[in-house]
């Protein structure tokens, strides 16, 4: 069985600074891990994945994420928040079946403060 | 880019009636998914579905629930008889079939059972 811990169910940042969302895993055998961003009202948009090649991963919008096996973590970071940035954003894992369902964290959301 | 689409956005039912929920895939995807989100929890994974039947289901996914892709574009999601706990944000979701290829989301239906 796999999991998912997102530390942290809100995260308030200054528009200009670092953006650290947490991210842990469990699985018992090597995961595919994603971020996905969520803003109002929107379905789900991929922000990164990581399926196994280099370990620091870059998405869109800035963000990027490091794999981290022996920390079992994918932290999410941003450089530099923008105000456009405030959204909800969950961390994923699935396995490498042929099915691959995806398992959540229970999600971070994300305020940028003026 | 081409995107899932899901209808309707906002679905109200009477408790005890029979729902139906569409959703159109990315049109070169083969691995479909449904997920819900109750307000103020996860996103869940309900089930997936390849080659014309259900490849995974978890627990949530019990006899009330079916799924179906009637044609070559359609995926639908029937909920029998539905009670108060199956209201929830409902999203589609479509894969490649490729090895490492992310999961892609629609904006989802909004389903309240009054």
């Known amino acids: 069985a796999q999991s998912v811990t997102q530390l942290g169910s809100h995260v308030s940042v200054s528009e200009g600074a670092l953006v650290l969302l947490r991210c842990n895993y469990s699985?018992?055998?090597?995961?595919?891990l994603f971020w996905y961003v969520q803003y109002p009202n929107q379905g789900l948009q991929l922000l990164l994945k990581y399926t196994s090649a280099a370990t620091l991963v870059k998405g869109i919008n800035g963000f990027e994420a490091e794999f981290k096996k022996s920390e079992t973590s994918f932290h999410l970071t941003k450089p530099s928040a923008h105000m456009s940035d405030a959204a909800e954003y969950f961390c994923a894992v699935s396995d490498r079946s042929s099915a691959r369902q995806l398992t959540f964290g229970s999600g971070t959301q994300l305020t940028v403060l003026p | 880019e081409p995107e899932v689409t899901q209808t309707p956005s906002h679905q109200v039912t009477q408790m005890g009636q029979e729902v139906i929920l569409r959703c159109v895939p990315i049109?070169?995807?083969?691995?479909f998914y449904w997920y819900r989100q109750i307000l103020g929890q996860k996103v869940e994974f309900l089930v997936s579905?390849?080659?014309?039947?259900?490849?995974?289901k978890s627990e949530i996914f019990d006899d009330q629930f079916s799924v179906e892709r009637p044609d070559g574009s359609n995926f639908t999601l029937k909920i029998r008889s539905t009670k108060l706990e199956d209201s929830a944000m409902y999203f589609c979701a479509s894969r490649e079939d490729s090895s490492n290829q992310p999961q892609h989301f629609g904006d989802g239906t909004r389903l309240s059972i009054l």
């Open positions: 579905f390849y080659n014309n039947e259900i490849s995974e």
């Open positions: 049109s070169n995807h083969l691995y």
């Open positions: 699985s018992s055998v090597p995961p595919y």
